[in-house]
């Protein structure tokens, strides 16, 4: 007669976020020496946004095999996601364009890309243990599995030249489904604990992951 115990755990193992934001600008004289054209002040500023999480939850339950030795199994499944922004926008008062030389224009460029990336994947973990009043010996073992990134791409380019949109300058771009996929490999862990004494305890646990010839 054994019995067995279970539990379900949640937990965010990775949360970063960040902003960010540079302005600079300078000037831009349209003809060298000859002052025909006045001086221009070419204006750029850039804002970013970033956050990505990580969540893993985990399944699993135990029993003893017998007096002294206990077993466990656990189905892992990592969700996270990410999401950044970057917006870069541009303008001149009077600026040359191509299209409207030898006059000078208002120029305004205006760009953002949006990236967005969902992370899974599954893997099994199976765990040993010996204990006696004094010493505790465990093993556990991951087993190999793939972790998958997809992301997704948008990209808008809007130019105006004289408050009317420019052609040349204007885009919106997707590239979805982008997929890729890393190994992690088969994971081996041997540890344990020696109490000497009512306040003493040793410890000591060593752990192997080979990644050699692993694939992303």
């Given at each position: 007669?054994h ?12 949360d ?13 004289d349209?003809d ?6 006045p ?16 969540t ?48 000078p ?13 969902k ?14 009043p ?5 093993a ?49 862990g ?17 752990e ?5 010839g692993?694939?992303?």
């Amino acid at each position: 007669n054994h019995g067995f115990v279970g539990g379900i755990s949640y937990a965010r193992t990775f949360d970063e976020a960040g902003n960010g934001a540079d302005d600079f600008s300078f000037l831009i004289d349209p003809d060298g020496p000859v002052p025909t054209y006045p001086v221009t002040l070419y204006n750029i500023s850039i804002r970013s946004t970033y956050h990505a999480q990580v969540t893993p939850v985990t399944v699993g339950f135990g029993t003893r095999l017998s007096e002294r030795v206990a077993a466990g199994l656990s189905a892992n499944v990592i969700t996270g996601n990410s999401v950044s922004l970057y917006n870069q926008h541009e303008k001149a008062d009077s600026f040359f364009v191509l299209e409207y030389y030898p006059q000078p224009s208002n120029y305004d460029f205006n760009g953002t890309v949006i990236d967005s990336s969902k992370f899974s994947g599954i893997f099994f973990s199976f765990g040993f243990k010996y204990f006696k009043p004094t010493l505790s010996i465990g093993a556990v073992l991951k087993m190999p599995y793939k972790l998958r990134q997809e992301t997704n791409s948008t990209i808008r380019e809007v130019t105006t030249v004289n408050g009317l949109v420019r052609s040349n300058g204007t885009v919106t771009e997707f590239r979805d489904g982008n997929i890729t996929d890393i190994e992690m490999p088969l994971m081996v862990g041997v540890g344990g604990s020696l109490k000497t004494g009512s306040s003493t305890t040793f410890a000591a646990d060593i752990e192997y992951r080979p990644f050699s010839g692993k694939k992303l």
